[in-house]
T-cell receptor, first 119, second 109 residues
Framework: GAVVSQHPSRVICKSGTSVKIECRSLDFQATTMFWYRQFPKQSLMLMATSNEGSKATYEQGVEKDKFLINHASLTLSTLTVTSAHPEDSSFYIC???????????????FGPGTRLTVT | GQNIDQPTEMTATEGAIVQINCTYQTSGFNGLFWYQQHAGEAPTFLSYNVLDGLEEKGRFSSFLSRSKGYSYLLLKELQMKDSASYLCAVMDSNYQLIWGAGTKLIIKP
């Protein structure tokens, strides 16, 4: 099946620093990638959707200057949390949609998630 | 607006059967997904329904009625490892997934 990796799995950083999270589709071409945030005991919250080579589309209330998303290739997307603050501490999950040679499929495959703690 | 409703929490006994319901109201419909999510982990895909009826996959089955805006996930022969949250999600007319809040399933011995 389709595999999505995410790195790092856990990161602790100091307030005011920036953190980059990588999301890779390992055996398929991800034409679309999604970034979610999940707080404890809450459902997934979509932050942004990105198509390869295009600017990300952010959900209402998500600051695009704070959460920088780059989808430079069909297998890699990155999320950079800039000037992180303790309230940004959360579980960040990426998912990818695509097929063996790109194109559109309905199913989203999730990465294992990154737990960010800002002290 | 768009809305997905599912029970917050359910409890069942090991070896038994449990049905988790999901009702939805969305702008357009391109299929309904069920995902399983264990605590502290990312969701994993369980099923996808786009036509009415029952899809069976091992111990798990998923049912869809588009006219009623209704789906259920049926889990048979429950095992302790099935304790998890089960997320219902609908793909709308923009091919975006609209997520329910999830149903926490607790399995007791």
């Amino acid at each position: 099946g389709a595999v999505v990796s995410q790195h790092p799995s856990r990161v602790i950083c100091k307030s005011g620093t920036s953190v980059k999270i990588e999301c890779r589709s390992l055996d398929f071409q991800a034409t679309t990638m999604f970034w979610y945030r999940q707080f404890p005991k809450q459902s997934l919250m979509l932050m942004a959707t990105s198509n390869e080579g295009s600017k990300a589309t952010y959900e209402q209330g998500v600051e695009k200057d704070k959460f920088l998303i780059n989808h430079a290739s069909l297998t890699l997307s990155t999320l950079t949390v800039t000037s992180a603050h303790p309230e940004d501490s959360s579980f960040y999950i990426c998912s990818a949609r695509g097929g063996p040679s790109g194109g559109f499929t309905y199913e989203q495959y999730f990465g294992p998630g990154t737990r960010l703690t800002v002290t | 607006g768009q809305n997905i409703d599912q029970p917050t929490e359910m409890t069942a006994t090991e070896g038994a059967i449990v049905q988790i319901n999901c009702t939805y109201q969305t702008s357009g419909f391109n299929g309904l997904f069920w995902y399983q999510q264990h605590a502290g982990e990312a969701p994993t895909f369980l099923s996808y329904n786009v036509l009415d009826g029952l899809e069976e996959k091992g111990r798990f089955s998923s049912f869809l009625s588009r006219s009623k805006g209704y789906s259920y996930l049926l889990l048979k022969e429950l095992q302790m490892k099935d304790s998890a949250s089960y997320l219902c999600a609908v793909m709308d007319s923009n091919y975006q997934l609209i997520w329910g809040a999830g149903t926490k399933l607790i399995i007791k011995p």
